[in-house]
């Protein structure tokens, strides 16, 4: 350690306990962080975990570093020994190894969330059990309403709705072939009326199917 930059108390005080865990773990970590993850083992309270960090920081042990309102530590790099080829041959297996583990891990997690969702989109047996019920009474209800038509005495036969709609075309084609006429001889009359279409109509007291919302039925 360089001179004039002394090492923290020997022993159980706050300041050993804090330098010897940031450089264990190597990690950024707020104050909050750290006396939550010491507090039971140590039982260091929070005004002493931030004096410790503070003191360390100051004294060049550590690193400290702003974001806004919050500051985290960390251990300084320089300070701690240099690893090895082989520890670096180590590390590197181990963070490959990790990180095939969290892809598998992410993808798990995927799979569940899809699954998850599946789940929450279908019925419960709850539910289902009281869409059946809705189902019953609506299927008792339309066989009673069928049981009715079935039993009523006005029914009409299949010859009498054929004569019905055969009398409908034939209106509907006697209705359009009048009105086709009517139609021919009001324009004829137009040519040499002095005024409007609507002002003749109006004289001679002539209603639409329009004036009336009527339209002729489709022809079938």
Same mark, same amino acid.
């Given at each position: 350690?360089?001179?004039?930059?002394?090492?923290?108390?020997?022993?159980?005080?706050?300041?050993?306990?804090?330098?010897?865990?940031?450089?264990?773990?190597?990690?950024?970590?707020?104050? *909050?962080?750290?006396?939550?993850?010491?507090? !039971? /083992?140590?039982?260091? #309270? $929070?005004?002493? &975990?931030?004096? @410790?960090?503070? *003191?360390?920081?100051?004294?060049?042990?550590? !690193? /400290?570093?702003?974001? #806004? $309102?919050?500051? &985290?530590?960390? @251990?300084?790099?320089?300070?701690?020994?240099?690893?090895?080829?082989? /520890?670096?041959?180590?590390?590197?297996?181990?963070?490959?190894?990790?990180?095939?583990?969290?892809?598998?891990?992410?993808?798990?997690?995927?799979?569940?969330?899809?699954?998850?969702?599946?789940?929450?989109?279908?019925?419960?047996?709850?539910?289902?059990?009281?869409?059946?019920?809705?189902?019953?009474?609506?299927?008792?209800?339309?066989?009673?309403?069928?049981?009715?038509?079935?039993?009523?005495?006005?029914?009409?036969?299949?010859?009498?709705?054929?004569?019905?709609?055969?009398?409908?075309?034939?209106?509907?084609?006697?209705?359009?072939?009048?009105?086709?006429?009517?139609?021919?001889?009001?324009?004829?009359?137009?040519?040499?009326?002095?005024?409007?279409?609507?002002?003749?109509?109006?004289?001679?007291?002539?209603?639409?199917?329009?004036?009336?919302?009527?339209?002729?039925?489709?022809?079938?």
């Amino acid at each position: 350690m360089s001179k004039g930059r002394e090492g923290p108390a020997a022993g159980g005080g706050a300041t050993a306990i804090l330098l010897r865990y940031l450089r264990e773990q190597n990690r950024p970590y707020s104050a *909050q962080d750290v006396f939550g993850n010491l507090q !039971r /083992e140590h039982g260091l #309270g $929070k005004a002493a &975990v931030v004096k @410790a960090l503070e *003191q360390l920081a100051q004294q060049g042990h550590i !690193r /400290e570093k702003a974001y #806004g $309102k919050q500051k &985290v530590y960390f @251990a300084d790099q320089e300070q701690l020994p240099a690893a090895g080829d082989a /520890e670096l041959r180590v590390l590197d297996a181990d963070i490959s190894a990790r990180s095939a583990e969290l892809q598998a891990l992410l993808q798990g997690c995927r799979q569940l969330e899809a699954e998850l969702k599946d789940l929450n989109s279908t019925m419960t047996t709850a539910d289902m059990a009281r869409e059946v019920e809705e189902l019953k009474k609506d299927c008792a209800s339309y066989t009673e309403k069928l049981e009715r038509i079935k039993s009523a005495t006005n029914q009409v036969t299949p010859e009498e709705k054929e004569k019905v709609c055969s009398e409908q075309k034939l209106y509907c084609k006697e209705w359009r072939r009048r009105k086709r006429m009517a139609t021919e001889l009001l324009d004829a009359i137009l040519e040499g009326y002095p005024k409007s279409k609507k002002q003749f109509f109006e004289e001679v007291g002539i209603e639409t199917d329009e004036d009336h919302n009527v339209t002729l039925p489709t022809a079938v």
